[in-house]
């Protein structure tokens, strides 16, 4: 006969299975006052923002390039 779980054990297999919805509010908040701060200082030069892009653009490529070419997951 399996031990019965405890509260902890459940709320721990749950929460595996994706993020809660308070962690998506917090990450959407925390991006909302990054763009709210960031966006008023590029949108008046428009040649600064394109050449963000394109560097942005350029390095996910490189990083994608890199992890394809190693084959390393990322470890944290």
């Known amino acids: 006969m399996p031990a019965p779980r405890s509260h902890g054990a459940i709320r721990g297999a749950i929460r595996g299975r994706g993020f809660?919805?308070?962690?998506l509010i917090i990450v959407?908040?925390?991006v909302?006052?990054?763009s709210a701060?960031?966006?008023p200082?590029?949108?008046n030069d428009p040649v600064m923002l394109s050449t963000q892009a394109s560097q942005l653009a350029g390095d996910?490529?490189?990083v994608q390039?890199?992890?394809m070419t190693q084959g390393q997951r990322y470890a944290s």
Do not use: K, N
Request: glycine content about 4%.
């Open 41 to 43: 200082r590029t949108i």
């Open 28 to 30: 959407m908040v925390i």
């Open 20 to 23: 809660t919805l308070r962690e």
């Open 60 to 62: 996910i490529r490189y």
């Open 32 to 34: 909302g006052i990054i």
């Open 65 to 67: 390039t890199l992890a």
């Open 37 to 39: 701060i960031a966006l």
